[in-house]
């Protein structure tokens, strides 16, 4: 699935984005179901949308780098940060026994859009929540 124009409909947030981004395996419909659930959930922390920023990055994860928790591979990763506390640190991957349960629908929505796994941090003043999808074959 091609992100350019997705992200393009989010700038009412910030953006932070590479040049060329890579295509994500996932569908629009499901994809952007789960970006709606991962807003909501960093809207939790501050209800100002426009104090939000979409990062979306191509990532690599070496050989030597992955662990349990990230494989090795190439992927595009989704990413809602945003100011205020109080969401904690949660880690799901597919199969994973329900993860963020009574904080939204997260672990449905990532597993109908294909994510490899969803993480949200609590870095203090502020908070996060990444997913990870796989890069598609062949994208630039």
């Known amino acids: 699935m091609k ?3 997705i ?17 994500a395996d996932t569908q629009d419909e499901v994809f952007i179901r789960l970006l709606g659930e991962m ?10 949308v426009s104090t939000l920023t979409l990062n979306v990055a191509n990532v690599v ?11 090795a591979g190439e992927f595009v990763a989704i990413t809602v940060r945003g100011p205020g506390a109080g969401t904690p640190d949660l880690f799901w991957r597919p ?3 329900l993860t963020f349960g009574p904080l939204g629908d ?23 929540i990444t ?10």
Do not use: C
Not at 8 to 20: D, S, T
Not at 61 to 71: F, G, K, L
């Open 95 to 97: 199969n994973a026994p």
């Open 7 to 23: 992200v393009r409909a989010h700038e009412f947030m910030h953006i932070e984005r590479p040049p060329v981004l890579w295509e």
């Open 61 to 71: 994860v070496d050989p030597e780098a992955s662990s349990d928790r990230i494989p």
């Open 39 to 48: 807003i909501a959930f960093a809207l939790r922390r501050s209800g100002d």
């Open 106 to 128: 997260l672990d449905q929505a990532a597993s109908k859009a294909r994510a490899v796994l969803v993480y949200a941090r609590n870095l203090g003043d502020e908070g996060s």
């Open 3 to 5: 992100l350019d124009a």
């Open 131 to 140: 997913a990870f999808f796989h890069r598609t074959a062949g994208s630039a």
